[in-house]
């Protein structure tokens, strides 16, 4: 459920169409950067996320289409504003984080929006072994040092096979990320 948010850093090329330099890889600022998500039923909802994850990605300001970004997480990290439901969560009937214990987030490709710092990132999102294809938009802020991704986005926990509480428990999970990366 997660990430695909994961998702985002190729399009942080469309900022810097001024910028001279070529593909650049990028490191994770995994301190300041999170991914989470917010669960819903029908008496309220739940925030959690992952605590460990990394990435590899790659901005080419000369061609953005050349841009790069996977994204590793730890699903045994995963955390939850109620400690109980954090263990569930964890177990077969979600996760299954013994038998999964990595979700996966590869770019495929990235679309510029029509404003300055919107881009919108394809890729595959992989999770209790089914892969399905995601769409995450995002606001990239380039600066001299940084680059800055943030999404929000929502996906069907069931594609994955995440089945469990069907009627009681939403299916669409609220996906966010905030990737800081050091140039």
Known sequence: MILRTFVTLSLVVSMTASMSLAAEKLELDAEASK??????????????????????????M????????????????????????????KNPDFFDVRKY??????????????EEGKVT????????????AVTAPCDVTVGEKKIEVETKFV?????????????????????TASLIYNR
């Not at 955390?79 to 263990?87: R, T």
């Not at 214990?101 to 029509?114: A, D, M, Q």
């Not at 069907?156 to 009627?167: A, I, P, Q, S």
């Open 101 to 114: 214990p990595k979700i996966t987030f590869k770019s495929t490709g990235l679309i510029h929006g029509e």
């Open 121 to 132: 990132i394809k890729g595959e999102l992989t999770m209790l072994g089914k892969t399905v």
């Open 155 to 175: 996906i069907d926990r069931t594609l994955w096979g995440m089945t469990y509480g069907e009627g009681k428990v939403n299916k669409e999970v609220n996906v």
């Open 62 to 89: 000369e061609e953005p289409e050349n841009g790069m970004l996977e994204i590793e997480i730890d699903a045994a990290s995963l955390w939850a504003d109620d400690e109980k439901l954090a263990n569930h969560l």
């Open 35 to 60: 991914v989470g998500f917010v669960g819903k039923k029908a008496d309220g909802q739940h925030d959690g996320g992952f605590k460990k994850f990394t990435s590899v990605a790659v901005a080419d």
